[in-house]
C-alpha cells in the first residue's frame, strides 16, 4: 500500500480492521487468516452488524477483500474466502443487477471445454434449474427421483417426487448449522416454499454419468455431489463449487479480479441466465417463479395442483438444450 501511494491513514484504517479480523479468529472461530475459510469471514461480517452502519461493515469487507485477493494474487494464499461472502453482500445491495449476457450458443460452447463429471454435472443442473448455489449444495440422493436413483442404487425416495416421474425435490427448511440425518450443514436454502423441478432428457444423462463416479460418503444423508478432490468423498460447498465456476469462467474470459455483478459469472449468474431465457421462451413469469422457489402459498398452490400438465409440459417445451 506504500508503494502505491496510500496514505498514512488509509494505511492505518487497513491494519486496525486487519488486526480486527485477525483477533476475531483467534478468539472465535480458532483461525487464522491463512486458514480461514468463507464461513470464518461471514461470521466476522455478521458479528460487525449492530455495532457499525451498513455503509461502514461494506467499507470493512472491501477492505478484507482486497487483503485476499492481493495474498491469492502474489501466491501467498490457495484462494480467496471473501469472493463469496462478497458476492453474497452485492445480491442483497443490488438483486437486480445490469448482467453479461450470455446467449444459449455461447453458453453451450462454454460447457463443451468443462468434460471433468462433477463440474459439469454442477454447472447444467444450476443451468438447467435455477438452482442457488446453497440449494444445489444441500442436494441428497432421495432429492433427486431419476431410473439411476429409483431402480440401480435403490435410493429412498422423497414421498414429494412420488408420481412426479423424472424431477429434484428442493426443500425450504435449511439452514446453516441445521443437523440433518447426522450432518451439520453448511448451506442454506432460501427459497419460500418447498419446490419440485423436472428433470429432462439432459440433465438426466448428466447426472447418470456422475452417479456412475460418484465417490462413496461416509454420512448417512447421501449427498448427491460430493468432492472428488482434497475432501474426498465430502458434501461440496458453496466455496467449492464458487471456485470452480470461477475457475471455468475466467478461462473463457468471463471473471475477473475486482469484476462486479454486472461482469463476473459466478454461481448466482446461473440462476439469472434460467430465469431469463426461460421466461422469454414461456412468457409465463407464474412458472419460472415457481420454479425458482419466489412464490408464496396462495400462488404455488395452483401449480403444485397441476404440476404435471402445467409445469412439466411447459418446462419441456421451452428449457434450452446445452449439448
Request: hydrophobic letters at 35%; charged letters at 30%; aromatic letters at 8%.
Amino acid at each position: 500500500m506504500t508503494y502505491h501511494g496510500k496514505t498514512d491513514r488509509t494505511r492505518a484504517a487497513y491494519e486496525r480492521v486487519l488486526r480486527t479480523f485477525e483477533s476475531f479468529l483467534a478468539d472465535e472461530r480458532g483461525a487464522t487468516p491463512a486458514t480461514a475459510e468463507h464461513r470464518d469471514c461471514m461470521a466476522w461480517v455478521h458479528q460487525l452488524r449492530g455495532t457499525v452502519a451498513e455503509s461502514t461493515v461494506a467499507t470493512y469487507a472491501a477492505y478484507l477483500h482486497r487483503f485476499y485477493a492481493y495474498m491469492t494474487q502474489v501466491g501467498a494464499f490457495d484462494s480467496n474466502p471473501m469472493t463469496l461472502v462478497a458476492e453474497e453482500m452485492d445480491e442483497r445491495i443490488n438483486t437486480d443487477p445490469t448482467r453479461r449476457e450470455i446467449a444459449v450458443p455461447e453458453m453451450r460452447d462454454f460447457l463443451a471445454d468443462v468434460a471433468h463429471p462433477l463440474d459439469r454435472a454442477l454447472l447444467v443442473t444450476m443451468l438447467k434449474t435455477g438452482i442457488r448455489v446453497g440449494e444445489l449444495c444441500n442436494l441428497d440422493l432421495r432429492d433427486l427421483s431419476v431410473p439411476i436413483t429409483r431402480e440401480t442404487l435403490d435410493v429412498p425416495i422423497r414421498p414429494q417426487l412420488d408420481g412426479r416421474g423424472d424431477a429434484l425435490f428442493v426443500a425450504a427448511d435449511r439452514a446453516v448449522g441445521d443437523e440433518i440425518d447426522g450432518e451439520r450443514r453448511t448451506a442454506a436454502n432460501k427459497r419460500k416454499r418447498a419446490t419440485v423441478i423436472p428433470v429432462d432428457d439432459e440433465l438426466r444423462i448428466v447426472l447418470r454419468r456422475w452417479l456412475a463416479i460418484r465417490p462413496d460418503t461416509a454420512t448417512r444423508a447421501e449427498p448427491l455431489f460430493v468432492s472428488t478432490r482434497d475432501d474426498w468423498g465430502a458434501r461440496v460447498t458453496p466455496h467449492v463449487v464458487h471456485h470452480m465456476v470461477e475457475s471455468h469462467a475466467r478461462e473463457r474470459g468471463w471473471h475477473r479480479d475486482g469484476g462486479g455483478a454486472e461482469e463476473n459469472v459466478t454461481p448466482h449468474y446461473f440462476r439469472h441466465f434460467f430465469t431469463t431465457h426461460l421466461r422469454d421462451r414461456t412468457g409465463d413469469r407464474g412458472i419460472v417463479k415457481y420454479l425458482r422457489g419466489d412464490v408464496a402459498s396462495d400462488i404455488i398452490d395452483t401449480y403444485t395442483h397441476d404440476w404435471g400438465d402445467r409445469v412439466r409440459r411447459t418446462y419441456e417445451d421451452n428449457i434450452y438444450q446445452l449439448t
